[in-house]
């Protein structure tokens, strides 16, 4: 099969490697379509470290081709989205309902493993490490069964992808980890895939008062599509002045969806005392966040979330029938189609990814 691999900082090719073979408790799915995510052309540049050769992709939706044993939530034919929530649903953090922070998915996974410690990839004689135990930037992707959710079969298997990584992520981060309350205001920084998806999860929650703050004009313009009331540009508006213009007292909820030097102190300074932020992005893994003691001392709350906290074979589908009933605008966050081939031209240092997502599309392979 053909994947997209990672040999070195900067060297991604289209290689044909082995079709793996799904054992116990994992399935094989054909991919139809799999989302580019920035943690991708991240790992692609150095900034998040990565075991390899890699097969990137983490983002991915398709069809199950085979179950292996012992698998009996999914069966062949089914359309599945590949969550990046990895969980052995045993540890202690699985039984506390923390299933996006499994102890055992928590270690394996950032290596480039699957459950059991070992990779499931291969060409030839040489083993290549999977991303996020899916690797879904190739054709078949093997994944264990607790990480391949069954959707609709109604739904476009490419809107679907998104709530794998991204659109999951900032959907999760506002309606699972923050809870944002009916009539409260929202302020998201960074309005690409992830922010896009935190507005909408607001929007979902009851959030009256969405604010979106992007240097982009293309993002502000799609996050008032996504439901934002208003928009600033961070680099021209004073910020700051504005919430608490609109708001009165600063925000309720904050949230940064980019990860960078200075975005998770800019949500936490739009937040009134005892507001809430979630850090959703990373920019790159060595960055460290400072924030004031008073502030804290007024008890504003900062948390984090992986994968939105999400509960995957519950909120996925839920979340895929808001957008079937037109309340969760997915196709927003889609802004350009692409053949495996292109892969790393996009990922490349000098081609920016588009606002939204680009997807790969599988569909003529099916």
């Known amino acids: 099969m053909r994947a997209a691999v990672l040999r070195d900082v900067g060297e991604v090719a289209i290689e044909e490697i082995d079709r793996p073979v799904p054992k116990m408790g994992e399935v094989l799915v054909k991919l139809a379509v799999t989302g580019v995510c920035h943690t ?81 990839l291969t060409k030839g004689d040489e083993d290549l490490y999977s991303l996020l135990g899916q690797s879904s930037l190739a054709e078949y992707a093997v994944v264990s069964a607790r990480s391949a959710v069954p959707v609709r079969k109604d739904v476009p298997l490419a809107a679907a992808s998104l709530l794998a990584c991204g659109a999951g992520t900032g959907y999760g981060a506002a309606t699972r980890r923050a809870q944002v309350a009916i009539g409260s205001s929202v302020v998201v920084v960074g309005c690409g895939g992830v922010g896009l998806a935190a507005i909408m999860g607001a929007r979902v929650r009851g959030a009256t008062t969405i604010i979106a703050v992007d240097p982009n004009p293309v993002s502000r313009e799609l996050a008032e599509k996504a439901g934002a009331t208003h928009a600033f540009d961070p680099g021209k508006d004073r910020v700051l002045r504005e919430v608490n213009a609109i708001t009165g007292r600063g925000a309720d909820f904050g949230f940064d969806a980019v990860g960078a030097q200075g975005t998770v102190e800019l949500a936490f300074q739009c937040v009134r ?35 939105g906290s999400l509960i995957p074979q519950i909120d996925i589908p839920a979340a895929l029938d808001l957008y079937a009933d037109g309340k969760l605008p997915l196709d927003v966050l889609i802004s350009e189609t692409y053949p495996l081939d292109e892969v790393p031209r996009l990922l490349s240092p000098d081609h920016p990814l588009p606002p939204g997502r680009a997807v790969i599309s599988f569909e003529g392979d099916l």
Do not use: W
């Open 273 to 307: 005392p005892g507001g809430d932020v979630v850090a959703i992005g990373i920019d790159d893994a060595t960055n460290e966040v400072e924030l004031d003691l008073y502030s804290l001392l007024m008890q504003k709350r900062v948390t984090g979330t992986f994968a």
């Open 40 to 120: 991708d052309k991240t790992m692609a540049g150095g900034g998040i470290p990565a075991a390899l050769p890699l097969v990137l992709g983490h983002e991915g939706a398709g069809v199950v081709a085979e179950v292996g044993p012992g698998v009996d939530s999914v069966q062949v034919g089914d359309h599945v989205v590949l969550s990046i929530v990895v969980s052995c649903g045993t540890c202690y953090q699985c039984q506390l309902g923390n299933l996006s922070i499994c102890e055992v998915g928590s270690a394996m996974s950032p290596g480039g493993l699957m459950l059991d410690g070992t990779t499931r």
